[in-house]
């Protein structure tokens, strides 16, 4: 396809630029089989971040022993990315745009990208969980935001918008990821709550169909022994590492929940794709939440100690571990320090963080309603002895946790320049055979992952996921997309007694077929990969393709 060629040029170009600024390339080794990836991708973070986590800490991260470059986090139409493209370049190698989930832009505004052709446009492309899934080895992906968030969703499924939960949820049943762990249990089942179905599926009775161990707790988790493990642990998303304790005891830690992954996936003769996501630092990092940046950055450093202590024994695990994009623009000095940062100790940062013990998520959490406990929910955070003008502050705050978390940063001497995402490079951590040094670009990691595993995303792309359209009209047969049930669309293709019927999301088709004597015998496949609609074709794979006749 035009498009995907002008990609791999442009991936050639890259590699030819980062040649002529003598910019490290990946190295690479002969792998021994089966080959493992593990992706970990701390949502939202930053270097400056980092860094802070660091000195909370007091020594160093493990993150900081695997420290090999940078990337480039720009999307196909803004310097600075949302999530849901930014992710999408990490699992399929290729720019989007803003919201697009596994599926290809259709505005190109960042320099240096070919443009997009009207046929290419919201086309889903493969991603590199489903070309382990075709090479035969298992998968699994994690994240303590609900699974169906946008980073998550980008390595496991295909979609025009990011708040297309309903969609998403069933992509990924359907996907049969060996396992899965998080939060969004109400998007898996029809309910009261916001985000549960509004199509009527349930996919617990899928994954019960399916023969998943479903699990809700840490205990269930650890307990089990399962291959198929599908974990909910929250409606939506997880709590704070740093609140866990306190508002969730029963929900596994991340690092608990990747070293089960591996434990589980390990098993599996050919290999096994891991994705793991600490989806939090970046909702703390929207609210200016220094504590809750904080918490998430070291819940995910344990969580890639994990995975370095298992590559390390294997030998044969590519480990790649970064951030999708900055966010907050937040720094260690403010306008306290213009004068006197030299000679400000590092405790004059960190001291005033030490005394929280919540987020600001956590601590808002206890707050009674009439603000009768402010006091105590305000040291929760770290706000201790507070003056009398303090306190008005805080009991007239129309958003408190907005006032909150302005006035820790402010005792520790730091700033914010947005509650937005931010457009500078990121750390580039990476291990094992065949990992990435230097500067590189967010696209590239998607590539090396899949060249690791022994596929092209390209190529893999034209089995997955061919428009249903073009493929069958040219062999006879009629088609019509129906669209009387919003929530499920089907593709129906008829030609002479026998109607084909697709429906969208899910990895089946259909056949009846019409006898001489007026009998329909119905039979129900199973394919290779899911079907999906982007609001124009069908697409659908290649030996599903084949199939119809």
């Known amino acids: 396809m035009k498009f995907l060629k002008k990609w791999c040029s442009l991936a050639l170009a890259s590699t030819m630029v980062l040649s002529s600024l003598n910019i490290a390339q990946p190295e690479v080794h002969a792998a021994k089989k089966p080959t493992n990836v593990i992706m970990l991708v701390m949502d939202g973070s930053s270097n400056n971040a980092i860094t802070l ?3 909370y800490k007091g020594e160093s991260l493990a993150l900081d022993d695997i420290l090999t470059g940078a990337v480039r986090t720009y999307s196909a139409e803004s310097a600075i990315t949302d999530s849901a493209p930014a992710a ?29 052709t009207k046929e290419d446009a919201f086309k889903p492309v493969a991603n590199v969980l489903e070309g382990a899934k075709q090479k035969g080895k298992a998968t699994g992906i994690i994240s303590t935001s609900e699974i169906q968030h946008a980073t998550p969703a980008s390595f496991s499924a295909h979609v025009k918008n990011r708040k297309q939960y309903d969609d998403i949820a069933e992509q990924q049943v359907y996907q049969n990821i060996d396992v899965v762990l998080g939060g969004g249990l109400e998007s898996l089942a029809p309910g009261p709550t916001k985000k549960a179905r509004k199509d009527g599926e349930n996919l617990l009775s899928v994954l019960k169909d399916k023969r998943y161990t479903f699990v809700q707790t840490r205990e269930e988790l650890l307990q089990s022994q399962s291959d198929k493990l599908w974990g909910s642990f929250a409606l939506g998303a997880l709590a704070f590492d740093f609140d866990r304790k306190a508002t969730a005891i029963n ?42 940046m904080i918490s998430e950055i070291l819940s995910f450093d344990d969580a890639v100690k994990v995975a370095i202590d298992f590559a390390k024994e294997d030998g044969n695990t590519m480990i790649i571990a970064v951030t999708d994009h900055g966010n907050s623009g937040i720094t260690m000095g403010n ?17 005033p963080l030490k005394k929280a013990t919540m987020t600001i998520e956590g601590a808002l ?69 065949s990992k990435l040094t230097g500067l ?65 999301n899910k990895n089946i088709a259909i056949f009846e077929q019409v006898s001489t004597n007026g009998e329909v015998s119905t039979k129900t496949q199973t394919f290779n990969t899911i079907n999906i609609y982007n609001g124009t074709d069908f697409y659908v794979s290649e030996k599903l393709l084949k199939t119809i006749q």
């Open 53 to 55: 986590s660091r000195w």
């Open 88 to 116: 999408t370049a990490l699992a399929t190698g290729h720019k989007s745009n803003a919201k697009y989930i596994g599926i290809l832009p259709s505005i190109i505004n960042s320099p240096g990208l070919e443009q997009i």
């Open 251 to 292: 929900q596994p830690t991340l690092a608990e929940m990747t070293g089960k992954a591996i434990e589980t996936l390990k098993k599996d003769k050919d290999g096994f794709f891991l994705f793991v996501e600490g989806s939090k630092v970046d909702w703390a990092a929207h609210n200016n939440d220094t504590i809750g």
């Open 335 to 351: 306008a306290n320090t213009t004068h006197t940062y030299s000679s400000i100790p590092v405790s004059a940062y960190i001291d």
């Open 365 to 433: 959490s206890q707050l009674k309603t009439d603000r009768s406990n402010l006091v105590e929910v305000a040291a929760l955070y770290g706000l201790d002895n507070l003056t009398r003008d303090e306190f008005a502050t805080l009991n007239s705050a129309r958003n408190l946790g907005s006032k909150m978390v302005e006035m820790l940063a402010n005792r520790a001497n730091i700033s914010f320049t947005t509650g937005g995402h931010t457009g500078e490079d990121v750390f580039l951590y990476s291990y094992g055979p």
């Open 440 to 504: 590189v670009e967010n696209t590239d990691i998607a590539l090396a992952m899949a060249r690791f595993m022994g596929f092209d995303l390209g190529k893999l792309t034209n089995h997955l996921y061919v428009p249903a359209t073009k493929s069958l009209t040219a062999k006879g047969f009629t088609t019509n997309i129906d669209v009387s049930d919003a929530t499920n669309p089907k593709y129906i293709a008829k030609k002479g007694t026998l109607t084909v019927t697709i429906p969208v």
